[in-house]
């Protein structure tokens, strides 16, 4: 039987955050309010991740394979947001990471 490759993640974006669904039935999730950092890296398979990182350093990693024009919408949203930084760190990404936001404004630690 032939057909498509089941592919190894699928990624929801909605208003109040993103999740990533592997295949393996793991998932990661981070709400848009609890985003502090969003970095672009090059991957081994030729695909650029963005990875959202929370105060604690946990976060989401998303392929941009994996991605539509609502999550660049959704970005848009965050304080500040640099599209154009976004886009050249994509054009330039490569091993290592680059980080393409901070928030002006992260949460408070809790206590």
Known sequence: MHGNPVPDSYVYVTEEGVTRHYADGSVEALA???VVEVRVEGDTDADVL???LDRDGQGCVV???ATDASFLTRLRY???FDLDRLASAVATSKEGYTVVWRSPDPPSPLP
Request: charged share 35%; proline share 17%; hydrophobic share 25%.
């Open 32 to 34: 848009w309010e609890d």
């Open 50 to 52: 963005y990875t959202l």
């Open 63 to 65: 392929p941009r394979s």
């Open 78 to 80: 965050l304080p500040d």
